[in-house]
């Protein structure tokens, strides 16, 4: 017997199952719809070779001026972890601390100290961010693109990120950045999930509830 294959791929039904993005089904749902933080995570350690293949993922984000400005410590040894947990907010403790990893996420208020290689097109871009306020405002704002392109980038290693911005922030960075030219922005939790990590998914807003025309 032949079986007669149509070559001819059913467009129409393609379009419809990748609901018109060309990430897979199966990609959307492990870093948007079946992606939720996690609160409790299994005994499986994260290694070094995971967190680098986050970062070589996360780093192609676009932020201003290629500025980078995303400062990370992961968090490891006991000590560390301790320090840690004495700057969390009480109802965080226990997640930090049973979490097989840690990373700090802090923004580089000097990110425009390395324009020479993040920007080597402009020649005068660090004299474009002599102003401090303005620096630390963009410092920030980019970083906090950056924690996004991060969280999605541990969901595609298959992974589960527990964000969490219950922190004495000031005691974070003077701890980890003594330098004083950081600023702690988020404490990320990561790991496989446990059975019990993720709590009941809550609404999101409508695109018509978000989004108008102009």
Same mark, same amino acid.
């Given at each position: 017997m032949t079986l007669l294959i149509d070559p001819t791929p059913d467009i129409d039904r393609l379009e419809a199952e990748f609901n018109g993005l060309q990430l897979s089904p199966d990609a959307q749902d492990l870093l948007f719809r079946e992606a939720a933080t996690a609160n409790a995570f299994t005994d499986e350690p994260v290694t070094d070779e995971q967190m680098r293949a986050v970062y070589d993922l996360a780093k192609w984000g676009p932020t201003a001026m290629n500025s980078q400005p995303l400062r990370i410590v992961l968090v490891r040894s006991a000590e560390a972890r301790a320090r840690l947990v004495g700057h969390?907010?009480?109802?965080?403790?226990?997640?930090?601390?049973?979490?097989? *990893?840690?990373?700090? *996420?802090?923004?580089d208020h000097d990110f425009h100290d390395e324009f020479g290689k993040t920007f080597p097109v402009f020649p005068g871009a660090r004299d474009a961010f002599s102003d401090e306020s303005a620096r630390i405002e963009s410092a920030e704002l980019s970083s906090g693109l950056q924690i996004g392109y991060f969280i999605i980038a541990v969901r595609a290693a298959g992974l589960a990120a527990g964000p969490m911005g219950g922190f004495d922030a000031a005691g974070v960075?003077?701890?980890?950045?003594?330098?004083?030219r950081h600023r702690a922005l988020l404490v990320v939790n990561i790991g496989q999930p446990s059975v019990d990590a993720f709590r009941p998914r809550q609404p999101r807003l409508d695109f018509d509830e978000v989004v108008t025309a102009v």
């Amino acid at each position: 017997m032949t079986l007669l294959i149509d070559p001819t791929p059913d467009i129409d039904r393609l379009e419809a199952e990748f609901n018109g993005l060309q990430l897979s089904p199966d990609a959307q749902d492990l870093l948007f719809r079946e992606a939720a933080t996690a609160n409790a995570f299994t005994d499986e350690p994260v290694t070094d070779e995971q967190m680098r293949a986050v970062y070589d993922l996360a780093k192609w984000g676009p932020t201003a001026m290629n500025s980078q400005p995303l400062r990370i410590v992961l968090v490891r040894s006991a000590e560390a972890r301790a320090r840690l947990v004495g700057h969390m907010a009480e109802g965080n403790r226990a997640k930090t601390e049973a979490a097989p *990893l840690v990373a700090i *996420l802090a923004a580089d208020h000097d990110f425009h100290d390395e324009f020479g290689k993040t920007f080597p097109v402009f020649p005068g871009a660090r004299d474009a961010f002599s102003d401090e306020s303005a620096r630390i405002e963009s410092a920030e704002l980019s970083s906090g693109l950056q924690i996004g392109y991060f969280i999605i980038a541990v969901r595609a290693a298959g992974l589960a990120a527990g964000p969490m911005g219950g922190f004495d922030a000031a005691g974070v960075s003077q701890e980890y950045f003594p330098d004083g030219r950081h600023r702690a922005l988020l404490v990320v939790n990561i790991g496989q999930p446990s059975v019990d990590a993720f709590r009941p998914r809550q609404p999101r807003l409508d695109f018509d509830e978000v989004v108008t025309a102009v």
